[in-house]
T-cell receptor, first 114, second 113 residues
Framework: DTEVTQTPKHLVMGMTNKKSLKCEQH?????MYWYKQKAKKPPELMFV???????INESVPSRFSPECPNSSLLNLHLHALQPEDSALYLC?????????????FGPGTRLLVL | QKEVEQNSGPLSVPEGAIASLNCTYS??????FFWYRQYSGKSPELIMS????GDKEDGRFTAQLNKASQYVSLLIRDSQPSDSATYLC?????????????FGQGTELSVKP
């Protein structure tokens, strides 16, 4: 089973709202990732958690705040977003965060910021 | 030079033909290479991973890796209209912190019935 789940599927929010995206996996993976994908572009890495610790932050603005409450869950807290933050947000997981680790993607949350 | 380069396409092939998708990468010591398929509006789905020089076959898909030429390709035999999607090449570059995949821009494949 290589299932990564994400909620919600779609989210519309205003620039003053606070919302959270959730990601869950039950494959025993110890690395989890957040990506942002704009239309017709490849996924762009935002954050990597390895063994529940933040290991990579790709200079993401502070209006995006990741959280890894346990090895199965990953959240992305959103606050004061801009319209240009509208995108597909993808969560992925892998067994570890080393080389040769296959990343499995969830279905994504399509975010629209008004 | 981009770290991972793909022809953006679109690549159009007739049903039943072989589709050939190409990818080059800049870091000679990269070790892990992945092909993902992404249907419009969906998330990337792993097609194949390859780590050693040579060919790796899985059903109608064959990945080919040539580390000396820094080149990885994906062949799709007996292409079907359901193969129409964007194919993303991803490379795990050793000089990066673990877990950072570098994606190419993707090649859009269209299989015509």
């Amino acid at each position: 089973d290589t299932e990564v789940t994400q909620t919600p599927k779609h989210l519309v929010m205003g620039m003053t709202n606070k919302k959270s995206l959730k990601c869950e996996q039950h494959m025993g993976h110890r690395a989890m990732y957040w990506y942002k994908q704009k239309a017709k572009k490849p996924p762009e890495l935002m954050f990597v958690y390895s063994y529940e610790k933040l290991s990579i932050n790709e200079s993401v603005p502070s209006r995006f705040s990741p959280e890894c409450p346990n090895s199965s869950l990953l959240n992305l807290h959103l606050h004061a977003l801009q319209p240009e933050d509208s995108a597909l947000y993808l969560c992925a997981s892998s067994q570890g965060a080393g080389n040769k680790e296959t990343q499995y993607f969830g279905p994504g949350t399509r975010l629209l910021v008004l | 030079q981009k770290e991972v380069e793909q022809n953006s396409g679109p690549l159009s092939v007739p049903e039943g033909a072989i589709a050939s998708l190409n990818c080059t990468y800049s870091d000679r010591v990269s070790q892990s290479f992945f092909w993902y398929r992404q249907y419009s509006g969906k998330s990337p789905e792993l097609i194949m991973s390859i780590y050693s020089n040579g060919d790796k076959e899985d059903g109608r898909f064959t990945a080919q890796l040539n580390k000396a030429s820094q080149y990885v390709s994906l062949l799709i035999r007996d292409s079907q209209p359901s193969d129409s999607a964007t194919y993303l090449c991803a490379v795990d570059m050793i000089y990066n912190q673990g877990g950072k995949l570098i994606f190419g821009q993707g090649t859009e494949l269209s299989v015509k019935p």
